[in-house]
C-alpha cells in the first residue's frame, strides 16, 4: 500500500498541472489513469488538433501540450499508473483508502479527481458490420492524420469534431461531410467555413443523409447513405469517421458519496472541495457557478486544491505563498542551480 500526500485520478491536462502544484510546495503525489496514456482528451480525441487559447501558447496541438505538460513535470519524477481504473475510495480514520481495478491500493489524506468526463466511450455506427472495419479504415478518433492524405474520408457528425476535421482534412483529402439534419452544432464560424469550403468544392456535403450500408473486403470501398426522402446514394470512400459525441460514463466516481449533479461533482471554489473533506474535484468533471470548461480553468481549479490539500497533508506546518521566481526552496525542488 502506497501512503502519499495525495492521489491524483485522470492524467488529463487538468491532473498533470495539478501535480506540478502539489509539487511545487513539496507535496507527493502519484496519478491513475485508466487510459493507456497520458493527456486525457486532449490525446485521446484530438492530438493533432491545434488549440488557440492556452494562456502565452498561441498555437499548439493537444498532443504539443501534453508534451509540454510531461516535460514540465520532469524534475519531479511523478509515478503513473495508466491502464487502471479507481474503482474505490472509502474513509479510513483520517485518511482516504484508494484501490483501483488492478490492486493497486493507496492511502492519502487528499484525492484530487481530475476525471474529466469519466469513463468514456465513443457513440458509434449502429450498423453491425462497421465493426469488421473499425480501428482500420473506420474511425471514431483521430491519432495520425497522415494516413488521411489523398484519400477519399466521409466524415459523420454535426458537431465541432465533425466540423473542425472536415475543415481541416478538407487541405489535403477528398472530403465527404454527411450530417442528418440541414442544421449544424458547431461553432458559428466553422459551419461558415464549412459552408464556403462546400462552395468551393473542397467538401461535399449531404444533409439529411444516415449511413445504411458499408461495402469492401479488407479495406471499406464504398458506403450507402440514404437521405429521409429514402433516396440511397452510393458514395466511395477509403474511410469514414463517425463524430457522434461521446458517452459520459461517470463509472466508479458515482459511488463515492459525492454530490454530484447532471454528472458534474459540486464543488467550493476556494478549496475544489467536493461535500466529502479531503477529496477535491478539479477540471471538466467539477461544477459551480460560472465553471467555464476549458484547459485554462482545470489549471487554476488544481493550482488552488493543491494549497488546500497542504493542510490535511502537514497538519503542523504553515503554507507559505511563495513565487517560483524568487523562491530558492521551490528551485531546489525543480533541480535548479544559483540564483
Ligand atoms: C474536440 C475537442 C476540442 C477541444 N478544444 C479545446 C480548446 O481549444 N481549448 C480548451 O481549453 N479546451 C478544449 N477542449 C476541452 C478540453 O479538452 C477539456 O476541457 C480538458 O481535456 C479537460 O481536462 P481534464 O484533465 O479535466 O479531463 P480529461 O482531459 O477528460 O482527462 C480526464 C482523465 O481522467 C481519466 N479517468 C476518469 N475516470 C477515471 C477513473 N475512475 N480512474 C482512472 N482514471 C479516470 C480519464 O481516462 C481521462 O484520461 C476540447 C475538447 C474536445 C473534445
New binding site residues.
Partial sequence: MNKIDALI?????????TAHQLKLIGLNCEI????E??????????PD??????PAIPECT?EELTNNLINQLKPFNIKF?LG????EVKKEKDNWLVK??KGNSFLTPNVI????????EPRKFSIKECEKFENKSLFYSITDKKIFKGKIVSIFGGG??AL?WAVELSKDCKVNLIHRRDEFRGAKTTVDKVHELAKEGKINLYTKYQMTAVSGLEKLESIDIKHDNEEIKNLKTNYVLGFFG?IMQ????ASWGLNIDKKKIEVDTEKFETNQKGIYA?????NYPGK???????FHEGALAARACFKLARPNEKYRFEFTTSSKTIKDRLGIKGD
Wanted: hydrophobic share 40%; glycine share 18%.
Fill in positions: 485520478i485522470g492524467a488529463g491536462p487538468t491532473g498533470l498541472f491513475v489513469d485508466n487510459l496514456k497520458i493527456g486525457g482528451q486532449c490525446i485521446e480525441l484530438y488538433k491545434p488549440i488557440y487559447d492556452i493537444g499508473y487502471e481504473r479507481v474503482e483501483t481495478n479527481i481530475a476525471g474529466g468526463v469519466g469513463s468514456f465541432d469534431s473542425d461521446l461517470l463509472g466508479p466516481i478539479v477540471g471538466d468533471i467539477c467555464l470548461k476549458l484547459i485554462l480553468s482545470g
